[in-house]
């Protein structure tokens, strides 16, 4: 190969499987050309950890099916070799070089600015701290707005610092119609970037204190490493012969500028990526980043390669896509956006049944609902699922292999699990009866169960830790939401106003500390008035106080994971938790929070100590317990972006008409292309600006860039599919609808009552109705006598293991005749079975 190689392919089309084999190749050619080369030559960046690791897989396979000694040498040194996401990667160059400019070696990448408990935690001692700047904004928003717009700011990677004020006028154009409001947004506007400013310098400091840098602070301390350093950079840019990046849809200037850096002259830099699958906009991405390598390869004399052999689906499957996305992707819009070329199946050795593969689901209103029941109907039956085999010249084919439909083929697939979208689904399956676990968004220490009690933890080492308190209120150990925070923060301002609770706990004399806004939280804790809180909420909030008092005197006599046990117990955890968890993966995580901090009881630490290991410093990559691996035969429910570079049998994308009530946002953030243009905020909501002003010309660009993620998102979705593909649907478009429901509308009609497939879509997709699937008032529904086993993971029951601790097992399911696991509101066995087996 020479110069450089753009690889721009469809979903499926093998490129991770091509850099894999790409990398040993270029092992192959130089063993064969009888140069040396090691494995600190090729630089190999991938998007996911969990991507590096599945590469370094088939690369070691690859490598154990050589049989010259030279591979075996390679075998050997593969633990070194450069292959990881661009932060591992950029964090790496930093330890092993940093020295150079003064940067810790002992520095630790977190993957995002701060984990996200730490970012929230910082974003409210701000706001608190500054109460004065934080009114006018408060104004014109919510407290829960002004956190999540600080939280954007940084995810928008720090680029808001170098915004300019937006004043009452921009660009020649009004921000808003009404004088009085341009006032006080402009007002409102001015604050937010001072506030965000101190925030995020405490942000900074904060993760400064815990040896911690962020994603965007590692990428930009290489960058700057390099170019303050030419000598480094010259022995770097010729350490690397290759430098491999995969996903390059979803990078950005930043990290397009490292790899120039660190290219030399003998350096071939390869791309790979597939403009249709960016999806990472809200994280910074920016797609036209992509569009620019392309062109700079074809200038030079590097290579475009365009791959159009689908290897992943079966060949109804993308009939059905090409014919949707061709439709969809027309190489205009805005970012100049991705055309659709149609991919090539592989040939089918054999016949498939099971024709169409390319279903919607209709019910009239309950998407889940339509899941559930096709997945029920599904399972069971005899299905013609594909593999693909050699032909034994070279290529490749597909082949039947006919068996039984199991849960675990199914993958669901959402465009966001907020606000409790996941659950419902889950709620939905299992109400029939169906096995389903959701794949989980947040680390572990970000998990509101554990964060709830390490908090206590925070609380007990110092009870004037508003901090700690408030997120200890807000955990699922008390629950209480923001505004009932609120009504505590007023109870404790008048207390230090009153001059009482100067004692502190343990008896000691405290005063607030100057410049606070009041007295701790904990004094307000006892003075509590009615209508307050609900009396749930003012019952957890007393059984908190009992549970501090408890160890005010004794907390330096036990070990943490005692105060944890005991504090656990006190507050009925376990048993709260497991209300509103019917597969008790919280109560899973709560004992992963014990047996962490059992692991700590030995090391001597004191308190504080241990408060700092487990308050997930650095440990962010920390997984939540798992209660269900791949193997267990259970449908999962993931979002849109976890089964990106991932594929299942059958594939449900549901939520079509996914609806975001957060839409439109009352914060507007803008990021400008290469920082040229600062981001702007807008803290007025976005139908306050009447037509014709810059804000709504703002707000109509974002929309577009966001319809066009939307394309994309769903794109990937259906991509996912190997052997079927299913698409919920239901009744009328519903207000405030995202796009996915439109982009579908090509494909079935008169969808309120009863949908029809549209004459382009006759013959490759069909509609199931619910209707049709439920069962009927005597005999099993068809199918159902397929599955052995009960279907309902709810069942599964805690096990016991040789130390004496309750695990949950993954496999182990109850037979509701012998046993009843404990769970609160259950219904009855005789009902639930009834459903089950109907
Ligand atoms: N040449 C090949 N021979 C056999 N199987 C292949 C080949 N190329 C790809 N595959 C298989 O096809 C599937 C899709 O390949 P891969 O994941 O590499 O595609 P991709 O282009 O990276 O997809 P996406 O963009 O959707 O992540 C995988 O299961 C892979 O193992």
Not at 434 to 450: N, Q, R, T
Not at 648 to 664: C, G, K, M, N, R
Request: hydrophobic share 40%; proline share 6%.
């Amino acid at each position: 190969m020479k110069g450089d190689l753009f690889i721009s392919a469809s979903a499926g089309t093998g490129k991770t499987y091509t850099i894999s084999k790409r990398y040993l190749e270029i092992f192959e050619e130089a063993f064969q050309a009888g140069e040396e080369i090691s494995v600190g030559e090729v630089a190999a960046i991938t998007f996911t950890r969990k991507a590096a690791g599945e590469m370094k897989r088939r690369i070691v396979e690859g490598i154990r099916e050589k049989t010259d000694p030279r591979w075996t040498g390679l075998l050997y040194s593969i633990p070194f070799a450069w292959i990881g996401t661009i932060d591992s990667f950029a964090g790496r160059i930093l330890a092993e070089n940093g020295a150079l400019a003064g940067i810790d070696p002992g520095l630790r990448v977190e993957a995002a600015a701060g984990s996200s408990a730490l970012v929230r935690r910082v974003a409210l001692r701000t706001v608190w701290e500054n109460e004065a700047l934080a009114e006018p904004i408060l104004r014109v928003a919510g407290l829960d707005d002004l956190l999540g717009a600080l939280a954007v700011g940084v995810d928008g990677r720090g680029k808001v610092i170098a915004a300019r004020p937006a004043g009452a006028v921009e660009g020649g154009l009004p921000l808003v119609e009404d004088p009085a409001s341009a006032a006080s947004l402009a007002e409102a506007n001015r604050a937010f970037l001072e506030l965000f400013r101190r925030f995020d310098g405490a942000r900074r400091r904060e993760m400064d204190r815990l040896g911690q840098t962020d994603f965007l602070g590692v990428l930009l301390a290489l960058r700057d490493l390099l170019l303050d350093s030419p000598a480094l950079r010259a022995r770097l840019s010729g350490q690397f012969r290759y430098i491999i990046v995969d996903e390059f849809q979803d990078t950005d200037h930043l990290q397009k500028e490292i790899v120039d850096l660190l290219r030399g002259r003998k350096t071939r830099v390869v791309y790979v990526g597939d403009a249709k699958q960016s999806i990472y906009r809200f994280r910074g991405a920016e797609v036209e980043v992509f569009a620019e390598a392309r062109r700079e390869v074809e200038a030079g004399s590097g290579t475009v390669l365009e791959l159009s052999t689908n290897y992943r689906s079966h060949p109804g499957v993308l009939d059905f896509a090409n014919r949707l996305f061709a439709g969809i992707f027309d190489g205009a819009g805005i970012s100049g956006g991705p055309e659709y070329s149609p991919v090539i199946p592989l040939p089918v050795a054999g016949k498939t049944g099971d024709l169409p593969r390319a279903r919607i689901l209709f019910h009239p209103e309950d998407e889940g609902k339509a899941a559930a029941l096709f997945i029920r109907r599904m399972v069971g039956r005899e299905f013609d699922f594909l593999d693909r085999k050699e032909d034994g010249s070279g290529g490749v084919n597909l082949v039947p292999e006919r068996r039984k439909v199991r849960y675990r083929d199914f993958a669901l697939l959402l465009r966001k699990l907020r606000g409790g979208t996941g659950d419902r689904y889950a709620k939905a399956l299992r109400e029939m009866g169906i096995p389903c676990y959701v794949v989980g968004e947040a680390g572990f220490f970000d998990l509101p169960e554990v964060r709830g009690l390490v908090s206590i933890l925070k609380v007990l080492a110092d009870p004037a830790d508003d901090l700690a308190m408030t997120a200890a209120l807000l955990s699922p150990a008390v629950g209480l939401d923001l505004q009932d925070l609120a009504r505590l923060k007023a109870r404790a301002k008048a207390k230090a106003i009153a001059g009482e609770g100067e004692t502190d706990p343990e008896g000691r004399p405290r005063s607030p500390p100057t410049g606070s806004p009041g007295a701790p939280l904990f004094d307000a804790l006892g003075g509590i008035e009615e209508g307050d809180l609900s009396p749930e909420r003012a019952r957890r909030v007393g059984r908190l106080r009992e549970v501090l008092e408890n160890f005010a005197d004794r907390k330096e006599l036990l070990t943490p994971s005692a105060i944890l046990e005991e504090a656990a117990e006190l507050l009925d955890y376990e048993a709260h938790l497991a209300l509103a968890d019917p597969l008790r993966r919280r109560t899973a995580n709560l004992r992963k929070l014990m047996d962490s901090s059992k692991a700590l009881d030995g090391a001597g630490l004191s308190l504080r100590e241990v408060i700092e290991r487990l308050d997930g410093s650095g440990l962010e990559d920390v997984e939540p317990a798992s209660v269900e691996g791949e193997e267990t035969d259970a449908v999962k429910v993931m979002t849109v972006h976890k089964a990106k570079g991932l594929e299942f049998p059958i594939v449900i994308v549901a939520e079509t008409s996914w609806s975001d009530p957060a839409t439109p946002p009352p914060f507007l953030l803008r990021r400008g292309g290469d920082g040229g243009s600062g981001p702007i905020f807008s803290l007025l909501p976005e139908e306050k600006a009447g037509e014709g002003t810059f804000l709504s010309e703002m707000a109509e660009e974002e929309r577009r860039r966001e319809a066009e993620e939307e394309e994309r998102s769903l794109y990937v979705a259906a991509t996912r599919a190997r052997d079927l593909l299913a698409i919920t649907l239901s009744g009328p478009k519903r207000r405030g609808a995202r796009p996915w429901r439109d982009l579908l509308a090509s494909i079935v009609s008169g969808e309120d009552g009863n949908p029809e497939v549209t004459p382009a879509f006759l013959g490759v997709l069909e509609v199931v109705r619910a209707a049709d699937l439920e069962p009927g008032e005597d005999g099993p529904a068809p199918g159902g006598e397929g599955s052995a086993i009960l279907p309902d993971l709810t069942l599964i029951d805690p096990m016991e293991v040789e130390d004496g601790s309750l695990r949950i097992s993954p496999t182990r399911l109850v037979d509701p005749e012998e046993h009843q696991p404990f769970r609160p509101g259950r219904p009855p066995l005789a009902s639930l079975r009834r459903q089950s087996w109907r």
